[in-house]
Nanobody, 115 residues
Framework: VQLVESGGGSVQPEGSLRLSCVVSGDSHERICVGWFRQTPGKEREGVAAACYGGPPEYADSVKGRFTISGDKAKNMVYLQMNSLKSEDTALYYC???????????WGQGTQVTVS
């Protein structure tokens, strides 16, 4: 299973970015997809997650600003980020897991810088 993120970059506060994650090699139907972020010296934190057929979940810090979505036919997962703040600056990762199990597969990350 491979996950590859893209779409990161530099943006001004209140700007928007859409991150993409292509998932290849995983045909399991009952999977969850998630977005995480990490900054130097801090623990990785969950940003958004969704299991196919279930409602999405968001960290309180991004509710109302970020939206997770997916295109199963294209094996793509997206994170639309609006009203970006400087504190959203981080390396963003996508990950997958079988429902009820720990996050297993991770991408290499894409950097988002808001300044």
């Amino acid at each position: 299973v491979q996950l590859v993120e893209s779409g990161g970059g530099s943006v001004q506060p209140e700007g928007s970015l859409r991150l993409s994650c292509v998932v290849s090699g995983d045909s399991h139907e009952r999977i969850c997809v998630g977005w995480f972020r990490q900054t130097p010296g801090k623990e990785r934190e969950g940003v958004a997650a969704a299991c196919y057929g279930g409602p999405p979940e968001y960290a309180d810090s991004v509710k109302g600003r970020f939206t997770i979505s997916g295109d199963k036919a294209k094996n793509m997962v997206y994170l639309q980020m609006n009203s970006l703040k400087s504190e959203d600056t981080a390396l963003y990762y996508c990950a997958t897991a079988e429902v009820g199990l720990p996050w297993l597969y991770w991408g290499q990350g894409t950097q988002v810088t808001v300044s």
